[in-house]
T-cell receptor, first 113, second 114 residues
Framework: QKEVEQDPGPLSVPEGAIVSLNCTYS??????FMWYRQYSRKGPELLMY????GNKEDGRFTAQVDKSSKYISLFIRDSQPSDSATYLC?????????????FGTGTRLTIIP | NAGVTQTPKFQVLKTGQSMTLQCAQD?????MYWYRQDPGMGLRLIYY???????DKGEVPNGYNVSRLNKREFSLRLESAAPSQTSVYFC?????????????FGPGTRLLVL
C-alpha cells in the first residue's frame, strides 16, 4: 500500500463548478500538507500548504486537513479553464530540511468552458 | 531571476549510453533535489543535497549518480542508460521559512531510452 493515495482521474467539470480533490494517507506522522499544481509539460508549483488539521483559504482555493481520518482535500470554487492542470498532494512529517516530501500520483483536472 | 533551469529539455538515448542532466538555481537555496515522474507513480525522489558538498540517496537511486558542483548546480548522471529510466526528470531547490519548506521545480527533462 502506498503511503499517499490519490485518485488519478481524469476529472472533467464545467466552468463555474466547485471542484473537490482528495488524498488519503497512512503515515500518522505527517504534519505538513501541500498541494502542487502542474500544468502540462511544466514543473509542479506550490499552490497551498497547511500544518496539522484545519482549513486554509486562499482566494478560490480552500485546503482542508482531517488528521483523524488521514484525509486531505482541496476545493476550488468558481472553477476556471485556467485551473485545468494536474494537482498533486504532498506531505511530510516535519519541515526542518531533513524530512522529505511524499507525493501523491496527481489528479488530472479539466475545466470545460 | 530564472529560478530553476534544466538542460536539456528532451533527450533520446540508446541503451547503455551515458548522459548528464544539468540543473542550476539562482535563488541561493541550500537544498536541491532530483525527482523522476512516471505515469501512475507520481514524483519519486532520486537523490537530494541538503547543502553544498553533501548528497544523499532518495527512494530510487539505483542507476544514477549526482554531483553538487557548487551551491547553484546539481547534476544527475546516468552511467549506462536502461529503458526503465525513460521518464520525466525534475530538479528542485528549496528554502525553509520557519517550519515551512517550499520546493521550486524546474521545467523538466524528458528522457527516452531505446
Amino acid at each position: 500500500q502506498k503511503e499517499v493515495e490519490q485518485d488519478p482521474g481524469p476529472l472533467s467539470v464545467p466552468e463555474g463548478a466547485i471542484v473537490s480533490l482528495n488524498c488519503t494517507y497512512s503515515n500518522s506522522a505527517f504534519q505538513y500538507f501541500m498541494w502542487y499544481r502542474q500544468y502540462s509539460r511544466k514543473g509542479p508549483e506550490l499552490l497551498m500548504y497547511t500544518y496539522s488539521s484545519g482549513n486554509k483559504e486562499d482566494g478560490r482555493f480552500t485546503a482542508q486537513v482531517d488528521k483523524s481520518s488521514k484525509y486531505i482535500s482541496l476545493f476550488i470554487r468558481d472553477s476556471q479553464p485556467s485551473d485545468s492542470a494536474t494537482y498533486l498532494c504532498a506531505m511530510s512529517p516535519a519541515n526542518f530540511g531533513n524530512e522529505k516530501l511524499t507525493f501523491g500520483t496527481g489528479t488530472r483536472l479539466t475545466i470545460i468552458p | 531571476n530564472a529560478g530553476v533551469t534544466q538542460t536539456p529539455k528532451f533527450q533520446v538515448l540508446k541503451t547503455g549510453q551515458s548522459m548528464t542532466l544539468q540543473c542550476a538555481q539562482d535563488m541561493n537555496h541550500n537544498s536541491m533535489y532530483w525527482y523522476r515522474q512516471d505515469p501512475g507513480m507520481g514524483l519519486r525522489l532520486i537523490y537530494y543535497s541538503a547543502s553544498e558538498g553533501t548528497t544523499d540517496k532518495g527512494e530510487v537511486p539505483n542507476g544514477y549518480n549526482v554531483s553538487r558542483l557548487n551551491k547553484r548546480e546539481f547534476s544527475l548522471r546516468l552511467e549506462s542508460a536502461a529503458p526503465s529510466q525513460t521518464s520525466v526528470y525534475f530538479c528542485a531547490s528549496s528554502w525553509t521559512s520557519g517550519r515551512v519548506e517550499t520546493q521550486y521545480f524546474g521545467p523538466g527533462t524528458r528522457l527516452l531510452v531505446l
